[in-house]
């Protein structure tokens, strides 16, 4: 087993990382807490696959267990479905000493830990990410949300679990998209922060390999937001190099209505425009968007969209990282290391047409 200790003074959890945990996840969670009760909340999914072998786990270590599941999808990621989870965890008579546990990719994470959070001004929470992109991403950190139809993630809270189960075998059944779609968001750490990681994913040769990869990935992605949260919780500075590739990731998945672009593959679009644009401009070292370019094309992923710029503009106009009418634009000055460029909203969009000209880097 790997573990990864976060450290968040009386808030700190850790992230164990083993093949089969999903079978101890009861035994994991009882040493972690007291509760009598565990609400399960789960997409429909993921509740057919893995719902009864995570129910019989934490039964054996003495939960009582009410499973919460709504449909799949980042349509259900709504203020609808979080009302009818508080419905249910009213219901099931939670306390504040009770578990809440999150199963499944992104919007499970992100919805049933949003609730977590709040339900009687919160009660603990732990994360079971079973896709890769959460399993490298969303599960660790601390951020909960749910969409509004503004925009993504615009109504959520910074609230870290009590600790985030990670079962590498849960993600070889995957679909290749959703493999991909997680390794926009490996490519994205290698880019922010580890060259040595980009090469580890340049160097996969095929899907074999990328499978025999995968605990590796997940650790270095896992360990080094780990760090970040760790010297920046709240998303003040550092943290905000992991929105790289974000802005217009956020407004392609927006402008399909979340039903064209996973969010990985929205977010490699947005890494592969803003990168072109800084290297245009004389801000990234040359030849750094052809690299990162090859790189997701290898994970089949888009590096352009469809969408109209001036449409993703106008809905980067509600991204939830704006300061006022300024933003945090996060670009490359090489492979293995980000910057942030804060400018006015209405720069932001001179910078996306190329009409803005900063000089070298």
Partial sequence: MKKIRVNLRK??????????????A????????????????????????????????????GFAVRRISFPAGE????????????????????????????????????????????????????QIPTSFLAQIDSSVGGKVAVDLPMGKNLVGSFYQPAGVLIDPDLISSLPVRYLHDGMAEAVKYGCIKSIRLFELLERIQDREEMHRKLEQIIYECCMIKARIVERDEYDL??????????????????????????HGEGVAVGMSMVTEMS?????????????????????????????PLEDLLALAEHDKKKRGDDLTLIILSC??????????????QKFMKGEMHEGGH
């Fill in 335 to 348: 492979i293995g290391e980000a910057r942030p460029m804060r400018m006015h909203f209405a720069d932001f």
């Fill in 237 to 262: 500075g550092e943290r905000m190099q992991l929105n790289f590739g974000h802005t217009l990731g956020h407004a392609a998945e927006a402008f399909f209505h979340y039903e064209t672009y996973t």
């Fill in 75 to 126: 349509t259900s990621k709504t203020l609808s479905v979080l009302d009818r989870v508080y419905g249910e965890l009213a219901d099931f008579g939670m306390t504040r000493s009770d578990l809440a546990v999150t199963l499944g990719g992104g919007v499970p994470g992100d919805l049933g830990g949003f609730a977590a959070a709040t339900y009687l001004r919160g009660i603990p929470l732990v």
């Fill in 279 to 307: 290297e245009k401009q004389g801000l990234t070292k040359p030849g750094t968007a052809a690299r990162l370019e090859t790189l997701l094309k290898k994970f089949e992923l888009p590096i352009h969209t469809e969408a």
């Fill in 26 to 61: 009861g035994e994991r969670m009882r040493q972690i807490s007291g509760a009598e009760k565990a609400a399960v909340i789960t997409d429909d999914t993921v509740n057919a696959l893995y719902g009864d072998r995570l129910e019989e786990s934490m039964k054996e270590a």
């Fill in 11 to 24: 808030y700190s959890y850790d992230i164990q990382i083993e093949r089969g945990i999903l079978e101890q």
